[in-house]
């Protein structure tokens, strides 16, 4: 049921990247070449979360002929207006010379895009410069962090952290907008301050499970025997209270990872864990103590 709180919008973040445009996996997703990494899941959490709340309007919005097509054309003006220089703005260069000019050009500019929903249903698009994505953004899935020697373990890989105590389960855990205080509180309590820094920090909820990291779902590796067989990626399921990721939905599609449910008792230090989300796609992480 929707619940009552303070004004907020929902949000999705996503990578821009023309290396995305020859992605098999991308365009099978979205149904059409495109430089932004699993689009139709950004649009579908969207509405997904819009229907929850009961936001009308926003949901009608969505829903309209053409929404997702509108979209797209709003993120394409987002990233020519974070990538063209001053000069080049002055010049009026149309956004269809723009694509056809720059989207195979993969060092002009790594873009992350924020696509907020208001409750009128009114749609904006922000543009932020993010880390180049040197890696196929599924690899890190199909490693065995068992198997795999730590010196061949794709990078980067991020220190993780428990939080210190635990955060309630509710439509602001399982849906992604911007009353994000209980990631902010999460981060802080283990000191970190800026979201360049390869850290994350797992957050549980008053049952003691693991929910999902501050911006950053998570997996496990779990189920292995003594013999190296039949191991995989568990994440956190839904009963649990954490985020309906976009890469995470693509691993749990595609029989890559399954739903389970993980304790704060069950994680051991020193262990691999698999993060994921719209920008860096799969990362790993390593999970340290106090």
């Known amino acids: 049921m929707p619940v009552p709180t303070a004004d907020f919008e929902l949000f999705t973040s996503l990578r821009y990247d023309p290396k995305l445009l020859t992605s098999e996996f991308n365009t099978r997703v979205n149904k059409i070449e495109l430089p932004y990494l699993l689009f139709q899941y950004h649009f579908d959490r969207l509405l ?8 009308r309007s926003a949901v009608a919005q969505l829903k309209a002929p053409g929404a997702s097509e509108r979209l797209r054309h709003m993120c394409d003006q987002a990233v020519m207006d974070s990538v063209l220089t001053d000069k ?12 056809s000019a720059f989207y195979f050009v993969s060092d002009r500019r790594h873009v992350q895009l ?20 040197t890696r196929d953004p599924l690899l890190a899935a199909s490693v065995n962090p068992l198997t795999t020697p730590p010196t061949h ?13 635990a955060t309630p389960a509710s439509a602001f855990t399982s849906f992604k907008t911007t009353a994000r205080g ?10 970190i301050k800026d979201r360049r820094e390869l850290r994350e920090v797992l957050l549980y909820n008053e049952r003691g499970e693991v929910m999902e990291g501050s911006v ?5 590796w779990r189920g292995e025997n ?10 956190p399921s839904d009963r649990s209270g954490g985020l309906a990721g976009t890469v995470r939905r693509y691993l749990l599609e595609r029989g ?11 994680v051991r230090i020193g262990e691999y864990v698999l993060l994921s989300n719209g920008w860096d796609g799969t990362i790993l992480g390593h999970v340290v103590g106090d």
């Open 216 to 220: 950053r779902n998570v997996a496990f």
């Open 114 to 133: 924020r696509v907020l929903l208001s409750r009128s249903g009114n749609i904006r698009v922000e543009a932020h410069p993010t880390r180049p994505l």
């Open 88 to 99: 080049e703005k002055g010049l009026g260069v149309s956004v269809s010379l723009f694509f």
């Open 153 to 165: 373990l794709p990078g980067p890989i991020f220190t993780v952290h428990l939080d210190t105590q």
């Open 48 to 55: 997904a979360a819009a229907t929850y709340f009961g936001w």
């Open 182 to 191: 209980h990631y902010d509180a999460a981060r802080v309590r283990r000191g």
């Open 226 to 235: 003594e013999r190296g067989e039949g191991g995989g990626w568990v994440t």
């Open 256 to 266: 890559m990872m399954k739903e389970g449910t993980i304790r704060v008792s069950d």
